[in-house]
């Protein structure tokens, strides 16, 4: 079974909209984290925000939040008011356990912010 | 701004060749770790180190080797290079010992294999 699942292959929306990127998790393991990185199409990796598993409050880092819903497994990152520069890959990963920070990466939605 | 550093950035080279990948960082992170990825892809993790004289295989079979002689470098090396290499290549470090720390990449090289 896939352990991060991000259904949505692309998204459109519009400048100065909000959008909401979606992802799953499975994982038996109590203690795990939730990192959502951005990948423009120069290649590299920015991170944008982390959700651990005891946070009691939902992640936020100025645009960018986390709608963490734990009985649900979902970690959507919702995005406010896009701007052009937004446009990019972005992509949900997991960390299971509290040692070795592996992570296991999600296959990445496409979003396309227009003016 | 974390500092990892990947070279070279693009490597367009023939079939049979060894190549090094570099990969270094100044942040004093004891984890290191190498990704692949194809183009519009997820990054599979294919080698990941401990710290000084540890390394490990990752999640994805890969025909490549590392070596982590010092803290700081973690190269990747190809011993002869074949075109079902070619992918992106992406380096990237964490610190802590809690888990909340993200990974910092490097921007990634682009390798193809002709």
């Known amino acids: 079974a896939q352990k991060i699942t991000q259904t949505q292959p692309g998204m459109f929306v519009q400048e100065k909209e909000a959008v909401t990127l979606d992802c799953t998790y499975d994982t038996s393991d109590p203690s795990y984290g939730l990192f959502w990185y951005k990948q423009p199409s120069s290649g590299e990796m920015i991170f944008l925000i982390y959700q651990g598993s005891y946070d009691q409050q939902n992640a936020t880092e100025g645009r960018y939040s986390l709608n963490f819903q734990k009985a649900r497994k979902s970690a959507n990152l919702v995005i406010s008011a896009s701007q052009l520069g937004d446009s990019a890959m972005y992509f949900c990963a997991m960390r299971e356990g509290t040692g070795f920070q592996k992570l296991v990466f999600g296959t990445g939605t496409r979003l396309l912010v227009s003016p | 701004e974390a500092d990892i550093y990947q070279t070279p950035r693009y490597l367009v080279i023939g079939t049979g060749k060894k190549i090094t990948l570099e990969c270094s960082q100044t942040m004093g992170h004891d984890k290191m770790y190498w990704y692949q990825q194809d183009p519009g892809m997820e990054l599979h993790l294919i080698h990941y180190s401990y710290g000084v004289n540890s390394t490990e295989k990752g999640d994805l079979s890969s025909e490549s080797t590392v070596s982590r002689i010092r803290t700081e470098h973690f190269p990747l090396t190809l011993e002869s290079a074949r075109p079902s290499h070619t992918s992106q290549y992406l380096c990237?470090?964490?610190?802590?010992?809690?888990?909340?720390?993200?990974?910092?990449f490097g921007d990634g090289t682009r390798l193809s294999i002709l």
């Open positions: 990237a470090s964490s610190g802590g010992d809690r888990g909340r720390q993200p990974q910092h």
